[in-house]
């Protein structure tokens, strides 16, 4: 299976550099994949998370506030005005709290909080 390389981006620096197989991100306009070789694009991204997936089926999760993602052919480039990682392993109501925290400013939608919340915690109890 190919890879393509993702970096994630903040204001504080890189907080993600690696190969991957597929990344699902939350489009302005809806959730979207990219998997290598990928035709290049540039799209805002909304508040929600990014789901990696990685060469050995491992699954790894960033929430962002807002940001734009560059794909290329073979990189997807990802400058986030906030982000956080979810661990599968950690506290996960404090992963919840924080992810609370990074939404807090940019919405009010507990729609969309709640369904962000309800990922975060289907995916980190497996």
């Not at 970096?7 to 890189?14: D, H, K, L």
Request: without cysteine.
């Amino acid at each position: 299976m190919d890879l393509t390389k993702l970096e994630i981006v903040t204001p504080r620096g890189i907080i993600f550099d690696k190969d991957v197989k597929t990344v699902t991100l939350p489009g302005a306009e809806g959730e979207f994949g990219v998997l290598a070789q990928h035709a290049a694009l540039v799209s805002m991204l909304s508040h929600g998370v990014i789901d990696i997936e990685h060469n050995d089926g491992k699954r790894e999760m960033v929430a962002i506030d807002w940001g734009y993602v560059k794909v290329d052919e073979n990189k997807i480039s990802i400058l986030a005005n906030g982000a956080k990682s979810i661990s599968p392993d950690g506290d996960i109501s404090k992963t919840l709290a924080d992810v609370d925290k990074l939404f807090l400013d940019i919405t009010d939608d507990n729609a969309t909080l709640a369904a962000t919340r309800a990922r975060i915690e289907k995916i980190t109890r497996g």
